[in-house]
């Protein structure tokens, strides 16, 4: 069993910055790779972006290209998702997630967060 706990979501300006984190209880082959997603009220949920613990390998949402950043932490077990420029249309619950590659964290992870909210104000 693997549990994720994220922490970080709240209320911003848009324009601002919020950085959440994701903590793995532990990591095994089902949790090689860790991502993003988020959910916005009437919309489906949708990858924001992910990274593997080896090698700290990234991708993207088209979307949140060149202002958000995904970093790792393996010490820590820890991972972040760095928000800037946030906009509006970034409001909604994001989820961490893990899975065994990139590919599958990005489209069916194995494992799931309770999620963390963030809204931004315009």
């Known amino acids: 069993q693997v549990e994720l706990v994220e922490s970080g979501g709240g209320l911003v300006q848009a324009g601002g910055s919020l950085r959440l984190s994701c903590v793995a209880s532990?990591?095994?082959?089902?949790?090689?790779?860790m991502g993003w997603f988020r959910q916005a009220p009437g919309k489906e949920r949708e990858f924001v972006a992910a990274i593997t613990w080896s090698g700290g390998n990234t991708y993207y949402a088209d979307s949140v290209k060149g202002r958000f950043t995904i970093s790792r932490d393996n010490a820590e077990n820890t991972v972040y998702l760095q928000m800037n420029s946030l906009k509006s249309e970034d409001t909604a619950a994001y989820s961490c997630?893990?899975?065994?590659?990139?590919?599958?964290?990005?489209?069916?992870?194995?494992?799931w967060g309770q999620g963390t909210q963030v809204t931004v104000s315009s």
């Open positions: 532990r990591r095994t082959s089902s949790t090689s790779a």
């Open positions: 997630a893990a899975g065994e590659s990139m590919v599958v964290v990005s489209t069916r992870p194995y494992h």
